[in-house]
């Protein structure tokens, strides 16, 4: 670690980051193109109605794989604290760039630990469901009624998942730092301080008091 800036992401972190993210992109085109024949032109990416038929399954269970590597990795930094409660409550403050306002958060604040586990239930969802309706391999040990459900279970957690990660996307680019921190891996000390202040304290061992104005937004 420099004088002057921190490391935030590992290369190993940030590769699985990557990876996840194309795949992402790649099961949700090759989704869209099945789910509905307005958007079957998509299949063209993949080669073909056929091939979109078998390979979307596999990225999505590839994709939750290397999921589950940022989830062992991240998991207890997602864990709520006090702080992430009065956080919640103080969004509006947040959004109008008045973080001296909220309590100081950790390696990730309460929005971000939100989007990381409604990520974890959307990727579990899309998985089970996505197994039972895998003709190839499981569906024909499912009723018709089992499918059904798995169908609009599937859609329903896709859905969510997109949006999730539209918010994900948007947020990244609003916080300025963000998108070159998974670029690169290291963030400024200011930047550190300024958005997870607890996090800061924890790496640099800074155990200097909050400045006023933070300690009067408590």
């Not at 990557?18 to 795949?23: K, N, Y």
């Not at 090759?30 to 958007?39: K, N, Q």
């Not at 990730?108 to 998985?127: D, P």
């Not at 009723?143 to 990244?172: C, N, Q």
Request: hydrophobic fraction near 50%.
């Amino acid at each position: 670690m420099s004088n002057k800036t921190i490391l935030r992401y590992t290369a190993n972190q940030r590769t699985n980051h990557w990876l996840v993210a194309m795949l992402f992109f790649m099961a949700g085109l090759s989704g869209l193109a099945l789910f509905h024949p307005a958007l079957f032109w998509l299949s063209n990416l993949f080669g073909g109605g056929p091939w979109t038929r078998i390979l979307h399954p596999f990225m999505g269970v590839l994709m939750f794989v290397l999921f589950l590597g940022l989830v062992f990795r991240f998991w207890r930094a997602n864990y709520f604290i006090a702080n992430d409660r009065t956080w919640l409550r103080r969004i509006d403050r947040v959004l109008v760039n008045d973080e001296d306002s909220v309590p100081p958060v950790g390696k990730y604040n309460a929005g971000q630990k939100l989007l990381f586990w409604t990520l974890l239930l959307c990727m579990l969802v899309l998985l089970f469901s996505g197994l039972v309706i895998w003709r190839a391999y499981f569906s024909e040990y499912f009723g018709i009624t089992s499918l059904r459900w798995a169908m609009l279970l599937h859609a329903l957690a896709g859905f969510v998942l997109i949006l999730s990660i539209i918010v994900h996307i948007y947020a990244g680019i609003w916080i300025k730092g963000s998108v070159s921190a998974m670029m690169h891996g290291w963030v400024s000390r200011a930047w550190a301080r300024k958005h997870h202040e607890l996090w800061y304290r924890e790496v640099t061992r800074d155990e200097r008091p909050d400045p006023p104005m933070r300690k009067k937004g408590h």
